[in-house]
């Protein structure tokens, strides 16, 4: 039942602030303001390694799960799309801690991943939204997200679950490894309890993005910039047009521009420019205006400060609340999806069941 939204991509982009508050319910002890992981049957500070293994919108919380189990864990990461990872005989040393993430947790060459790792030795984890799913059946620890089914062929509510469930993951890492003191842990947790009400806030410039959709929907290309943890959201904005409204997009990690996509500008490609202020915020907005002087136009997602220093640049902005970048992919994810439902929407497709994609890839 899609209630009083026109599709249900939509309902489930709205369903992000409820739905992503019961998944850290279930990872936070609140009183204690503690991440705690189901019980599992092996010892998390034996692990000295973690291998992450999805496909598509998944694998991008994987590559922003590196960031932060990096960060904090300080244990080395490695994240593959799993139709790599499966051909391309992985070396996988002990007390490696190999995580799937999964919303379907039938994906073919993700289940087929995760066999091959069990099949080497390899302890594992999933992050997984259907907890009937084989892949729930198979991992040694499931990490549920609880983000109710989710219909949309697009992936939205899922996404920003798999992220909660990630920054569970990391900081439980964290501690298990002694990387992280209690004070430490307490604030990591009240920034993402913090997480649901700016995701609303995120929502609430539904309308604004609706009517840039237009100038966005008239566009042969697309890029989408951010550094960070705010790379794979650009990567995942880029997927989410091209999905669901069949405009060529690609998503680059800011400091590439200069490699070779900036010959591709000029005024007839948006540029969606994601920049929470913050200590990377001046090295991504020098890239935009790197951009701009090639005659861009850009559409800057950031923070009242971060708009306060580079908005004029902008043909367009887009304000985020000001949060803690640990929790910035949860929040920028909202404008990347309105962005591209709204285009799509203009263009007159099919948002809920675009054409080629199936819900859930359970072929090789
Ligand atoms: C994008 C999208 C796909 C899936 C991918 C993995 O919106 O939905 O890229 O993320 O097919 O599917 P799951 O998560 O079911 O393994």
């Known amino acids: 039942d899609k209630g009083n939204h026109r599709h249900f991509m939509l309902k489930e982009i ?32 034996k692990i000295e390694r973690v291998a ?30 799993a139709s790599e990872f499966r051909y391309r005989d992985p070396i996988l040393l002990p007390n490696t801690l190999g995580v799937v993430v999964s919303q379907s947790g039938e994906t073919a060459d993700t289940l087929a991943a995760l066999r091959h790792m069990k099949a080497n030795g390899v302890t594992t984890a999933g992050i997984i939204n259907v907890p009937t799913s084989s892949m729930a059946r198979e991992v040694d620890l499931l990490l549920s997200t609880h983000a109710g089914p989710e219909i949309g062929v697009a992936s939205t509510k899922a ?15 964290a501690r298990a490894k002694g990387k992280l003191a209690e004070d430490e842990e307490r604030e990591i ?43 794979p959201l650009a990567l995942e904005g880029a997927l989410k047009l091209k999905e669901i409204s069949y405009i060529h997009a690609e998503g680059y990690a800011s400091g590439e521009m200069k490699h070779g996509p900036i010959a591709l500008i ?19 907005v ?28 902008a043909i367009a902005t887009i304000e985020m609340p000001s949060v803690h970048p640990l929790i910035a992919p949860l929040v920028y994810a909202v404008p990347v999806q309105l962005l591209a439902y709204h285009v799509a929407v203009a263009k007159g497709t099919d948002v809920d069941q675009p054409r080629n994609l199936a819900k859930s890839v359970t072929v090789e």
């Open 266 to 284: 000029d005024e007839h490609v948006p540029l969606i420019v994601l920049a929470p202020s913050g200590p990377l915020f001046d090295k991504t």
């Open 14 to 45: 709205y369903e992000q602030p409820v739905v992503v508050a019961q998944t850290l319910a279930s990872y936070i002890r609140p009183v204690e303001q503690k991440v705690a992981l189901p019980d599992m049957s092996f010892d998390l500070s």
């Open 52 to 81: 992450i293994v999805a496909c598509g919108t998944a694998s991008y919380v994987g590559m922003i799960g590196k960031y932060w189990i990096e960060r904090f864990a300080r244990l080395p990461v490695e994240v593959d799309v």
């Open 159 to 173: 996404f920003t679950c798999q992220l909660a469930v990630m920054a569970a993951l990391a900081v439980n890492l």
């Open 189 to 231: 947790v009240r920034h993402l309890l913090e997480a649901p009400a700016a995701i609303n806030a995120a929502l609430a410039h539904d309308a604004e993005i609706e009517a840039m959709a237009h100038t966005i929907a008239a566009a042969r290309d697309v890029l989408y910039l951010g550094r960070g943890p705010d790379y």
């Open 286 to 313: 020098s890239n935009m205006q790197e951009a701009k002087a090639r005659g861009a136009r850009v559409v800057l997602i950031s923070d009242a400060e971060g708009l306060a220093q580079a908005g004029e640049d």
